[in-house]
């Protein structure tokens, strides 16, 4: 039974791409840790192409960050870049498109995505989350 109580990690990641293994791994344990094990497939996938694209696009740091709150698991990966992300398209016209996929999985995949232009001790950068929802 998911916890009621909202809680919230931050996992701080350096530009590396082993950091997207340690991230999926530890939101598999905050995730069965809090009950939420039928959560942990999707969620895996959805902050595995976050943590990606962060790493991948940018040259600094990144994060992961985890909240649950009121029935909804909301992930995000912050990177030190302010240029937004390339919008989507849609999965079923990427075909065998070896890039580009990933925001279009959680388009796909999340209840609902966003970003936002983010300031983080005096640095810019962005914030690329998504959401989701557990059945009531």
Known sequence: MPESEPWEYTLYVPNDVRAVTVSRRTLRLILTMHG?????????LLATEL???AV?????PAALRVRWSAGVLRIGAWDADPEPPRPPA?????????EGRGLALVRACADLW???????????????WCELTTAA
């Open 51 to 53: 943590v990606a694209n």
């Open 36 to 44: 939420l094990i039928g959560l942990v497939d999707t969620a895996e």
């Open 56 to 60: 991948r696009h940018t040259k600094g």
């Open 114 to 128: 966003g970003w936002q232009p983010l300031t983080r001790d005096g640095n810019r950068g962005k914030y690329v």
């Open 90 to 98: 849609e999965l079923a016209n990427l075909g065998d498109a070896e």
